[in-house]
């Protein structure tokens, strides 16, 4: 039976179930392809950033998947439903010229933290991220760190949760209530800038520390781990932020555009987020652009 085409919190949470399964699908074949694979060819993509064909093989597993459950399966059919990999995104986004924001769009991030899983994947700094937007709105997200077994996941207007380990019983989560000179600051652990340096000195956190992976210092802030309350990104795409902003905003955080001092939409025809993002607790955030 088709789900009702209608925009709602039953809807969103509705992609849940099969959006976590993938999810632990495609950790479950990471882990197979590094027991096959003695080395892991690395490649540089146009913008600069790696890419292992892993990465390239997981993603096309994923978006199978995902035609299977969204765009063949009963349930999702009525829906107009968009498929957008980080490794496929040429031939997803040239199949058709729609805005991004007009429909339901599902992104993928196959390996997010690439660099880590290509230098230092023992340390489990990477993870699985699915999305969903709705209108240029995120939706649902999920995101799922493999060597950690914890999947992060949630809809707009069903709270946020972890599943701590697969099997058990999801937790309920909520962004720290700690202020800025209280909680910790998150820095990527392979990228630095120089407006990094100068965000750190300007406002006083009580201690930095260094993370790989967007989703992963999303998700840990969506959770107050390490009581970390806020991260500043200067370059990322739609695939990396979409989902987690779901999980921060039903956690009581926000990703805020700075180019436009408003919550991040995915709009128009290019999956880059041209501006950078300020991903915080509500109150951390309020205290930063209020400066």
Known sequence: KNIMNKPTPKLYKSFEPDLIDIAYRAGDFIKLQLTKLDEIAVEIKDDDTPVTIVDKRVNAFVIDLLTQRFLKGDSFSSLPIRLVGEENVDEALSSSQKDLGSDFVIYVDPIDGTKSFIHHREKGEWCVLLSVSYQGLPVAGVCYIPLHDECYFASSGNGAFKIPKRHADPISISCSPLPLSSSVLLRSSTRTNSFDDTFTKHFKFSSVKLVSSFG???????????????????CCSYWDSCGVQCILEEAGGVIVDLGTLKSKTYCGQSTLNPNMLLVASSSVASTVLAS
């Not at 992963?216 to 200067?234: F, P, Q, V």
């Open 216 to 234: 992963i210092k999303a998700c840990y802030i969506a959770e107050g781990r390490l009581s970390s309350t806020c991260y500043l990104n200067a």
